[in-house]
């Protein structure tokens, strides 16, 4: 079964903005929640991450932090 993923993140972060990047070099599409324009999307990231830090991939429910480690785990799985 494949798995769900939704990227957390806010346009004026630079390291979000790598991650957007490499995802648009490499194709990929995700479901992108912008936790700026989108109070639900910040709730639920605290919520579920339990800290408000992007950029954030969820993969199937479970948070992965950090830009570098976010485009690893991209290139060896999506790219």
Do not use: W
């Not at 830090?53 to 799985?77: H, M, N, R, W």
């Amino acid at each position: 079964m494949a798995a769900t993923y939704e990227l957390f993140y806010m346009p004026t972060c630079p390291f979000c903005r790598k991650v957007l990047s490499f995802m648009e070099q490499h194709d990929i599409e995700l479901p992108l929640s912008n936790i700026t324009a989108e109070p639900e999307a910040r709730a639920t990231l605290e919520r579920v991450g339990g800290k408000v830090q992007v950029p954030c991939l969820f993969i199937d429910g479970k948070p992965l932090y950090e830009s570098d480690d976010i485009i690893a785990y991209l290139q060896q799985t999506l790219a």
